[in-house]
């Protein structure tokens, strides 16, 4: 599947028409039900694919985020090899109490996956419980950019965005009109 037929095929899988709030707390006209592409194994093979490119080549560990940034981390890590961290969004309460589950990370080189990025918030909160405990991170690679400002916060604490597809991309394949 080349890029542009990947595009589409991702528009198609998960975009959806209606009246959203985000977890950012903005409405939307559109939604990108990650899910509905994370669980189906010949698209999220070929997102992997294509995101093992953007993933740099300091990396030594990928740490996907609570909870659909997990399975694109996962499926990136059989691809390029690269160990997986999976970050909750809050520590557990019980057994090890750990935020970030997987190999030890502290001074490793760590970029973070996820899927759908808005305003980059919940990014900004896992990289700033990864740092505290050692972790070394300045990339984020993510499926969509829904273009509403997150990779300039992003920016604005050292992160750098490196998104498989922005929003804008996802429609002009599909054919599809701007999003309102």
Do not use: W
């Amino acid at each position: 599947m080349n890029r542009q037929e990947l595009a589409k095929t991702i528009y198609n899988a998960c975009n959806i028409q209606g009246t959203f709030r985000l977890r950012s707390g903005q409405i939307s006209s559109e939604y990108f039900d990650k899910y509905l592409l994370e669980s189906r194994p010949e698209i999220l093979k070929a997102v992997a694919e294509g995101m093992a490119a953007l993933v740099p080549a300091e990396t030594r560990i990928l740490a996907g985020l609570e909870m659909g940034g997990i399975p694109v981390a996962t499926a990136i890590s059989f691809r390029t090899g690269l160990p997986v961290l999976f970050v909750r969004k809050k520590a557990k309460d019980y057994g090890t109490c750990k935020l970030a589950e997987g190999i030890d990370f502290k001074g490793q080189r760590v970029t973070v996956v996820e899927d759908v990025v808005t305003t980059g918030g919940a990014i900004i909160d896992g990289v700033k419980a990864l740092r505290d405990q050692g972790a070394i991170v300045h990339d984020v690679v993510c499926v969509i950019d829904r273009e509403s400002g997150g990779a300039a916060k992003l920016g604005d604490v050292g992160l750098t965005l490196r998104p498989l597809y922005r929003a804008s991309e996802l429609r002009t394949a599909a054919g599809a009109p701007a999003a309102t």
